[in-house]
């Protein structure tokens, strides 16, 4: 009984660590965002705090999402995958139909309501995990089963990649693959399937790499920063100015002068190169020390599950969330191609943080059940599988 309590406490922390730590994350996210847009939103909209003020409201929304889904019951939500899977799929097909899509640079990836725009691709990169974990677990015992196991979640996962790549989004397509073939391993699919599926991906994704002039611009940008360092590789060049400008300790918050014109997109997804500018090394450090706290308490939250679809939906929510974060700081810092990823909690985007917080909601229920659970093995919840398809 002792020892049970001792745990309990210690889940209790762990989770109230996690809160803490989503509260710094967002807080600077929208101080960082604040300073980062304010020139750009002055000029182009006669309102400084034109950015700052849509995403505090997204905030207000994710927060309400967050207490939402760490609180909900989780037999309850396994419910309703199969029409999240139907509503995240069919709102990336409206982003397609003309009138209703909504094409920014070259890319048709969102929807408009009102004055307001979402960006469907976004739901994917938690519904997807949700319909991964759930489907994978309730398989668990025919998991080497190729027909049975293996198709049914390959086939919904080259569905979302088929829409949003048809979106022109090939970097967020790429992306919700990888992190799938993450939740795949952890569930102990067989090797064999991961080299089949790596011998397809790489010449597929470099087929497609050569299907759009900008992708291959990029790439040879960033294999040779000289070739075009005021098209294609202005953007990463001045967001590496602005890092190495930075010094130890930064100009202050507020200070930076990349943000004014220098850096496209600065408020969007190289809004990092505005925050080191800013911070320094010292911010640096306090970015990853908060993203390695969160991956630690997220995979932490998924290691000490009872339950299979527990494990994998933390662990996969986690790697969602922290490999997006290390993509996009990479991109900023010169050490991968330009890619289209936000950073999570900082780029400019309701979608994007309202998918955050609905994502660190679901760990958080994770985390929750583990310091109210009194034992148990390694097991499939307790759901009953009876009155749904083979198939689902």
Sequence with gaps: MYQFDVERVQDNKMLHLFYFCIIL???????????????FAARFFHNGNYFFVRQLIFAVIGIAAFFIFSHI???????????????????????????????????????EIGSLSYQPSEMVKFVLPLYLAHLLDKKAANIDNFYSGVLPPVLVTG??????????????????????????FLAGMKFRYFFAATAMIIPISALLIFTKEHRVRRLVSFLRPEWDPMGAGFQ??????????????????????????????????F??????EETGFIGILLFFALFIIFAVLGYKAALKSKTVFGK??????TTMIASQALLNTAVVSGALP???????????????????????????????????????????????YEEESDEY
């Design 25 to 39: 994350l967002l807080g600077t996210g929208l101080v960082t965002l604040y300073s980062a847009s304010y020139s």
């Design 159 to 184: 569905m979302f990649f088929g829409l949003i790549y048809m979106q022109n989004n090939f970097s967020t397509a790429v992306f919700i693959v990888f992190n799938a073939m993450i939740i795949f």
């Design 312 to 317: 994998l939906l933390a662990a996969g929510l």
């Design 73 to 111: 019951n989780l037999e309850s939500l396994r419910k309703l995958i199969l029409p999240f899977v139907c509503v995240a799929a069919f709102l990336c097909v409206l982003t397609l139909v003309p009138g209703i899509g909504i094409e920014r640079y070259g890319a048709s990836r969102w929807i």
């Design 338 to 384: 330009a890619t289209g990823i936000p950073l999570p909690f900082f780029s400019a985007g309701g979608s994007s943080l309202l998918t955050t917080l609905v994502c660190a909601g679901l760990i958080a229920n994770v985390a929750r059940k583990n310091g109210t659970n009194t034992g148990g093995t390694l097991v499939s919840e307790n759901y009953s």
């Design 271 to 276: 809004i990092f190169s505005a925050y080191v």
């Design 236 to 269: 990463v060049n001045a967001s590496r100015d602005a890092i190495v400008s930075s010094g130890f300790f930064g100009k202050g918050i507020g200070e930076g002068t990349r943000k004014m014109a220098s850096i496209p997109e600065i408020h969007s997804d």
